[in-house]
T-cell receptor
Framework: EAGVVQSPRYKIIEKKQPVAFWCNPISGHNTLYWYRQNLGQGPELLIRYENEEAVDDSQLPKDRFSAERLKGVDSTLKIQPAELGDSAVYLC???????????FGAGSRLTVL | GQNIDQPTEMTATEGAIVQINCTYQTSGFNGLFWYQQHAGEAPTFLSYNVLDGLEEKGRFSSFLSRSKGYSYLLLKELQMKDSASYLCAVIAGGFKTIFGAGTRLFVKA
């Protein structure tokens, strides 16, 4: 069984440029999370999906961040425009339901110059 | 608000036992996870507690006291490969998983 797949693994951009991250969860996992992890910190929740519905996006900076999960499978997280402070690892995780263990992807490491 | 506290760093000796504590204050509680994260890698599942008491899994054990908002992860017979960050995560109200900042464990020979 394939795990959670994320791409790209690494991205370097200049500030004010747009960037997008893609996540393919484990087949059958209805719940999908996007987290941001800064160096030396724990993952910080950005958005949680139950199927195609965003059930918790209270911590998503909506002025520059957007996310979608069309058809309740793959998800895309976009930042436009990127700022220096957005440099971090963006982790996608999926699970069968909210109370179960999360399986994480390898993450997308963003560096904003 | 939601708050999960863990020590920032710990150091222990190979072969020893180490206990990593976690205290939490969350809106709602539906379970507590411990994850291990090696540098540059994704977190991986270690243990899960939803009822009070001790859960044992090989060299790793995790304890939960819901009335005290407290958990610990116990690592026995430490090995060098156990050097990693250990993340305490609570499934809060609405079944949202939130993480503490993590404890970096250094195992020395």
């Amino acid at each position: 069984e394939a795990g959670v797949v994320q791409s790209p693994r690494y991205k370097i951009i200049e500030k004010k440029q747009p960037v997008a991250f893609w996540c393919n969860p484990i087949s059958g996992h209805n719940t999908l999370y996007w987290y941001r992890q800064n160096l030396g910190q724990g993952p910080e929740l950005l958005i949680r999906y139950e199927n195609e519905e965003a059930v918790d996006d209270s911590q998503l900076p909506k002025d520059r961040f957007s996310a979608e999960r069309l058809k309740g499978v793959d998800s895309t997280l976009k930042i436009q425009p990127a700022e220096l402070g957005d440099s971090a690892v963006y982790l996608c995780a999926s699970t069968t339901s909210g109370a179960n263990v999360l399986t994480f992807g390898a993450g997308s490491r963003l560096t904003v110059l | 608000g939601q708050n999960i506290d863990q020590p920032t760093e710990m150091t222990a000796t190979e072969g020893a036992i180490v206990q990593i504590n976690c205290t939490y204050q969350t809106s709602g509680f539906n379970g507590l996870f411990w994850y291990q994260q090696h540098a540059g890698e994704a977190p991986t599942f270690l243990s899960y507690n939803v009822l009070d008491g001790l859960e044992e899994k090989g060299r790793f054990s995790s304890f939960l006291s819901r009335s005290k908002g407290y958990s610990y992860l116990l690592l026995k017979e430490l090995q060098m490969k156990d050097s990693a960050s250990y993340l305490c995560a609570v499934i809060a109200g609405g079944f949202k998983t939130i993480f503490g900042a993590g404890t970096r464990l250094f195992v020395k020979a």
